[in-house]
Nanobody, 132 residues
Framework: EVQLQASGGGFLQAGGSLRLSCAAS????????IGWFRQAPGKEREGVSC????????YYADSVKGRVTISSDNAKNTVYLQMNSLKPEDTAVYFC?????????????????????????WGQGTLVTVSS
């Protein structure tokens, strides 16, 4: 059974930091890209960052560049999203998702960006609330 377990959300003040975790199981971790998406109330789900597990290629949305770092611990089948200098507009439910990525395409410079419809497996969300 495929599982993606997101955790680490919470309530914090603007300017604070938070690290989200996504623990994966039930599929060959190295063959996938893992992405973080977020959805704020009344808004569409949007991509935040992704990482191709096999080679570590990363992608960041413009809205979080310089404030967010994605990383993976392949021994633990876990992807992390370190978020710094958080803003109230970062408030959202954060989801992790997986897409087969044998060619390291999805997070690379010539990839399609973070398209929700491309991701095959989704975890439950974790809520991040940033107060001003």
């Amino acid at each position: 059974e495929v599982q993606l377990q997101a955790s680490g959300g919470g309530f914090l003040q603007a300017g604070g930091s938070l690290r989200l975790s996504c623990a994966a199981s039930g599929f060959t971790f190295d063959d996938y890209a893992i992405g973080w998406f977020r959805q704020a109330p009344g808004k569409e789900r949007e991509g935040v960052s992704c990482i191709s597990i096999s080679d570590g290629i990363t992608y960041y949305a413009d809205s979080v560049k310089g404030r967010v770092t994605i990383s993976s611990d392949n021994a633990k089948n876990t992807v992390y999203l370190q978020m710094n200098s958080l803003k109230p507009e970062d408030t959202a439910v954060y989801f992790c998702a997986a897409v087969p990525d044998l060619t390291n395409y999805y997070c690379g410079p010539y990839g399609p960006g973070m398209l929700v419809r491309k991701y095959r497996y989704w975890g439950q969300g974790t809520l991040v609330t940033v107060s001003s």
